[in-house]
């Protein structure tokens, strides 16, 4: 059984309430049951966690070091975070960054990340969705023993 990490970052706990007309009225507890519920019915397991704290999120990443694959919305901390980039270095755990919204048609410091040339690939603008497209991707990959 593999494990994937679900890790979003600061504000996420208030989907379904905050900016709907960015990010929709999906809740982060409905993210979550979906993304394990696409886990679970391929064998595996899934670890969430969500924080509004950087040093928080990267003690998260340290503690799970061991996981097989990390889907990451690190919110403003994709466009700020050197730390949490050099925390995913150290775990060396092949991760898609995940938006919700698509950052590069919004204001420019959104374009920028920190994460985007280490990740395996990113997913912008799709919605919620795009963490389950992100789960499909793991898990076929998984599959594939890549
Ligand atoms: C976000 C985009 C970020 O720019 C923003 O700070 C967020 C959410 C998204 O999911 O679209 O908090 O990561």
Redesign the pocket.
């Known amino acids: 059984m593999a494990t994937i990490l679900l890790l979003n970052g600061?504000?996420?706990n208030t989907l379904g309430q905050r900016e709907p007309s960015i990010?929709g009225a999906t809740t982060l507890k409905q993210i979550e049951k979906a993304v394990g519920d696409l886990a679970r019915e391929a064998g595996h397991q899934v670890q969430c966690f969500q924080s509004n704290s950087e040093g928080d999120m990267v003690d998260w990443l340290h503690k799970h070091n061991k996981a097989d694959f990390l889907l990451i919305?690190?919110?403003?901390y994709?466009?700020t975070s050197v730390a949490l980039r050099d925390a995913i270095l150290a775990i060396k755990i092949p991760f898609i960054e995940i938006?919700?919204?698509n950052?590069h048609a919004?204001e420019a410091f959104?374009g920028k990340s920190y994460l985007a040339d280490i990740a395996v690939g990113i997913i912008s603008g799709l919605g919620p969705m795009g963490y389950e497209l992100a789960t499909s991707y793991a898990l076929d990959k998984l599959k594939s023993g890549a």
Request: a positive charge.
């Open positions: 600061p504000n996420l990010y919305n690190a919110g403003a994709t466009h938006h919700i919204s950052v919004r959104r």
